[in-house]
């Protein structure tokens, strides 16, 4: 397995769990739960986002994580992945506005597709994947969250979730909005996306964005755990499964790659929704000070 030391700023740490070797030790004599326990211990590869400082999708950064998401999926030592940040920041925010502000469309065009791909090796994923969101991530930083299998926020004021595009003065593309209705239905969805709400943390459970809610310190231990319970289940019924649940939702981005990727590009390049997303990153830069 690849071991990945982050570059300044930009990179992912990938390990496998376990000892020095990347495996803990054979167990020959203890229990089954044991014996169990180490055999998932190895099967999921912790995956920490690192794009400082607040892991916005840069193109650079979009092209780093599915080539190391590709090679996680091959490697077939790894049944799983627990997704985390190594931002202190936030889990992510989303599509970097600097990609999507001032540039030309062939560039818009670039990155639209990129993302895209990375939603559906994500979407379709055959590994089991578990978002461990120890920061806040908005609108585009919601994308590895609702793309996962099960999502654990951790109990912090600061940890809001949610499609807030409508407040940056854009809409949410279709494939954000329909995992976003699959996980928490329609009229949720209806209320959560046209108001562009972010949910903190007992609201997010209660609306049902995310599976669980835990103290910051615990959510990598409670994303083992839940590990635990899903590397249980067989992969080829797990996997079927998932693909028969996903596949109709993943085709409709499929079939309409082209024409989204043609409507984001008109929409993005207006003159009103540049004018608006500058003004957003100014206030973004503004409200630190
Ligand atoms: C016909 C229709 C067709 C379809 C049309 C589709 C339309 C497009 C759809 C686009 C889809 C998704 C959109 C997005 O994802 S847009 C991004 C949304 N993200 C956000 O709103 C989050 C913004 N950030 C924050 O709220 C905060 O930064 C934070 C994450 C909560 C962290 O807060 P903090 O106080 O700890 O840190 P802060 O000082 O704010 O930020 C640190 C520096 O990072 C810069 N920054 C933050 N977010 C972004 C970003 N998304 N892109 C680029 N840069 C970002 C911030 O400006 C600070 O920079 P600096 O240190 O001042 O230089």
């Not at 590869?45 to 400082?53: S, V």
């Not at 046209?194 to 609306?207: I, M, T």
Request: charged share 20%.
């Amino acid at each position: 397995m690849p071991h990945l030391p982050p570059a300044q700023g930009l990179g992912f740490r990938m390990r496998p769990s376990g000892g020095k070797s990347g495996r803990p030790a054979a167990r020959s004599v203890h229990g089954v739960s044991e014996v169990s326990a180490s055999w998932w211990w190895w099967s999921q590869a912790p995956l920490q986002l690192k794009n400082l400082p607040v892991n916005s999708f840069s193109l650079e950064f979009l092209t780093e994580l599915i080539i190391n998401l590709e090679k996680l999926e091959n490697d077939k030592t790894f049944r799983g992945i627990i997704i985390t940040s190594d931002c202190p920041k936030a889990f992510s925010a989303g599509v970097d506005l600097r990609e999507i502000c001032g540039k030309n469309p062939a560039h818009y065009t670039e990155y639209w597709k990129v993302l895209q791909d990375l939603w559906l090796r994500l979407y379709l994923s055959n590994l089991v994947l578990i978002s461990a969101i120890n920061g806040p991530c908005a609108a585009g930083g919601c994308l590895i969250p609702l793309t996962s299998d099960y999502r654990i926020l951790a109990d912090n004021p600061k940890c809001l979730i949610g499609l807030n595009e409508t407040r940056l003065g854009i809409s949410a593309p279709f494939w954000f909005k329909d995992p976003l209705v699959n996980i928490i239905g329609h009229r949720a969805s209806e209320h959560a996306l046209q108001l562009g709400l972010l949910f903190p943390p007992a609201e997010a459970l209660q609306v049902g964005i995310v599976d669980k809610v835990v103290p910051k310190d615990q959510v990598q231990s409670t994303a083992l755990s839940v590990m635990t319970q899903w590397l249980a289940i067989p992969d080829h019924a797990r996997q079927l499964t998932k693909n028969m649940i996903r596949k109709p939702t993943a085709d409709l981005l499929v079939k309409h790659r082209d024409t989204d990727i043609q409507n984001f590009v008109s929409f993005i390049s207006r003159d009103s929704i540049q004018k608006s997303l500058q003004m957003y990153l100014a206030k973004l830069k503004q409200n630190k000070d």
